[in-house]
């Protein structure tokens, strides 16, 4: 054999070879994608209240498919995605209701979870009816919450997470904060009172991301994502109060979800 046919030969069993491993590798891809498992648990903002286009077959849970873990599911394909977050769900509704899907081979969890634990939803009911000094003394009580029992209660649900799902990855999502202060809002709160909910939400959030860190859980903030979407900013992620339906107040868009919580979720799985 020629010198130049002993090249073509070595040139032609090389690239047969590196075909050989890519196609190889692939099937590994396809295989591991094969056997992901998602569980998607916790409350509004992961159920996707306020974006609209709700399965009615998850009654007043209101999930849609225009949540993040919906848009995420949809965008990478895992073998098994369980939906089972719920408009309203504090920690004991979490334990009680959410976990069965969880198992040995479950690789991913994602959660939002302790707003309505610390009172969400009286906070800003208060806020939006009531004086400022009202309003500030009920954040600071949901602030007392969040210091002397909120730790115990997420504990609970995130060892019940570990136990059921051994080696999944968790991603604990935070919240956003609602108001851009000094805004385009004319009406309405008070700046004293935007502030001291903003606040709140940053309090919240310290105490989330410390107990998802001791129990060796990825704390995903989304505070960030939303900065210039917040009310009052012109360009809002979140709804304000809405009378027409009021449950979908201060709760993010559809926007909110693709544009806010999905990047961020992206980002730690």
């Excluded at 295989?31 to 709700?54: E, I, K, R």
């Excluded at 954040?139 to 210091?147: G, I, L, S, T």
């Excluded at 926007?255 to 961020?264: C, E, H, I, N, R």
Aim: hydrophobic share 35%; proline share 3%.
């Amino acid at each position: 054999m020629s010198k130049r046919m002993s090249r073509f030969a070595a040139l032609t069993s090389s690239l047969l070879l590196a075909a050989g491993a890519a196609l190889f590798g692939a099937g590994q891809a396809s295989a591991a994608q094969a056997d992901f498992g998602y569980v998607a648990l916790g409350d509004s903002y992961s159920s996707g209240v306020g974006a609209g286009n709700y399965d009615s077959s998850s009654g007043n849970c209101k999930r849609t498919t225009r949540a993040y873990p919906a848009l995420w599911a949809a965008a990478h394909s895992p073998q098994t995605f369980s939906f089972t977050a719920c408009s309203g769900a504090r920690t004991g509704d979490v334990l009680s209701g959410q976990l069965g899907p969880l198992n040995s081979g479950t690789d991913l969890v994602s959660i939002t979870i302790g707003g309505n634990d610390a009172g969400f939803s009286d906070v800003m009911t208060t806020c939006v009816l009531q004086s400022e000094s009202t309003c500030v003394n009920r954040v600071n009580e949901a602030k007392r919450y969040v210091d002397t029992t909120l730790p115990g209660q997420l504990d609970q649900v995130y060892d019940a997470i570990r136990g059921r799902a051994p080696s999944a990855k968790v991603v604990v999502l935070g919240y956003p904060r609602f108001y851009k202060l000094n805004g385009t809002c004319v009406a309405g709160l008070t700046e004293g009172e935007r502030s001291a909910i903003n606040g709140a939400s940053d309090y919240l959030n310290a105490a989330i991301a410390k107990r998802a860190a001791d129990h060796g859980y990825t704390f995903a903030p989304v505070a960030g994502a939303f900065t210039g979407h917040e009310i009052c900013s012109g360009s809002a992620w979140l709804h304000s109060v809405n009378w027409t339906n009021i449950g979908e107040s201060y709760h993010p868009t559809a926007a909110g979800q693709s544009g806010g919580y999905l990047p961020v979720f992206s980002g730690k799985v």
